[in-house]
């Protein structure tokens, strides 16, 4: 190999599992790195321990114990002669301390600085910041509420309905919305509660409750000589409990130039911040304004849309921003082309959503022009039931959004997967659905459907 082919780190070890694992694992093989892949007893038949170039046992099934084990995690790399570890999402992944023990022991960390991190991993902090480098913010308060006293004299000031939020938070934990004054004080008690139990900080601030808001996130990327690019958006508006369900690119709400300015705005934010790396700066829509959400600094679920529509491959890219090097985006080499739309299959009841681990019988992927399909299951796989229950992601890619519902239900037609329920059902009944097929639908759209099914099987079985 020249010195011009020499890969950009010798060993990739991945602290994470499941399907993202998996991925991080494709694209160090074609970028010549070696991977090493960690484990739990749970996982020891993964298929990416199978497909990993080496793979490290660092603990017992439960993920305090085994993939939130940072000296286990440590000891892997160490003994495996890693240089870089990549986080994937979840987990460690913005775990500003596990970033710096990374650099602190030598190894190279495929993320943001361990303080932009810090910064955006703070609801408050990171609400401040944004606003201070000239984002939009939805209006709450300054800061951090103390007291029941403090909550009802800003919503007072404010109006109903208002959301409390937990500073650390993510997925709806420690969220609750309050439309009236007498139920204040059982929500804002009940949000310190959960942020505590789910984030080990009981720190709340207030928003105003937005009734109709799409959840639209810009994908950027930074390097450390000050470049930062947007590779547009994705609708994330498909969700249940905070939890999102369906992805798509480009959104089917915003105009071209809305599209443009909100890109731009939210790249110049990270060259200001000198952020480097994936990140995703997240924003309610409504009444064609934007409001600042939050930022995650680190690879996304979803970012296989992105990709789709861009043909670029955000590992690989940022691989080779931790490594030292430049991006190699800007705005006149980014073409977004035709249209993507993700569903996340969950090993779920798809009516009840209660969890379904157990044995896949059969498995038969979908395949096709512009159907991809990310996942570590197989014939014969058990899912354990200690992790999320996501087994899988399909993504598909057409010219336009007509065609990539139709192709979305082809492949999910297509899809077998037997021995455990999955919410594809559920995917298929959401492509019936009117107000899919406009592109008219926010963040509260699914429940009320899926509210308004119950009911009507209800009232069918009495």
Known sequence: MSKKDKPLFNKVLIANRGEIALRIIRACREMGIGSVAVHSTADANS??????????????????????????????????????IHPGYGFLSENAEFARMIEEHGFTFIGPRPEHIDSMGDKV??????????????????????????????????????????????????????????KFEEAFTTARREA???????????????????????????DKYGNAIHLGERDCSIQRRHQKLVEEAPSPCLTEDERNAIGSLAADVIRKMGYV????????????????????????????????????????EQIRIAAGKKLRL????????????????????????????????????????????????YGGYSI??????????????????EEAIRRLRRAIVETVIDGIKTTLPLHYWITEQEEFLKGDYDIHWLEKKLAEKALKAAIKKS
């Open 47 to 84: 298929m990416a321990v199978r497909l990993a170039d080496e793979s490290v046992c660092i603990g017992p099934p439960q993920s305090k114990d085994s993939y939130l084990n940072i000296p286990a995690i440590l000891t892997a790399a160490a003994v495996t002669g890693a240089d870089a």
């Open 125 to 182: 902090v990171a609400k401040q910041t944004v606003k201070a480098l000239g984002l939009p913010v939805v209006p709450g308060s300054d800061g951090a509420v103390e007291s029941v006293a403090d909550g009802i004299a800003f919503c007072r000031e404010a109006g109903f309905p208002i959301l409390i939020k937990a500073a650390s938070g993510g997925g709806g934990k420690g969220m609750q919305v309050v439309r009236e004054e007498s």
């Open 196 to 222: 505590l139990a789910n984030f080990g900080d009981d720190t709340v601030y207030i928003e105003k409750f937005l009734e109709k808001p799409r959840h639209i996130e810009i994908q950027v990327f930074g």
């Open 277 to 316: 790396g994936a990140g995703t700066i997240e924003f309610l829509y409504e009444g064609g304004q934007f409001f600042f959400m939050e930022m995650n600094t680190r690879i996304q679920v979803e970012h296989p849309v992105t990709e789709m529509i861009t043909g670029i491959d955000l590992i690989a």
């Open 330 to 377: 800007n705005k006149e080499n980014i073409r977004l082309r035709g249209h993507a739309i993700e569903v996340r299959i969950n090993a779920e009841d798809p009516d009840t959503f209660i969890p379904s681990p157990g044995k896949i019988t059969q498995f038969h992927a979908p395949g096709g022009l512009g159907v991809r399909f990310d996942s570590a299951i």
């Open 384 to 401: 354990p039931p200690y992790y999320d229950s996501m087994v899988g992601k399909l993504i598909v890619h057409a010219r336009n959004r």
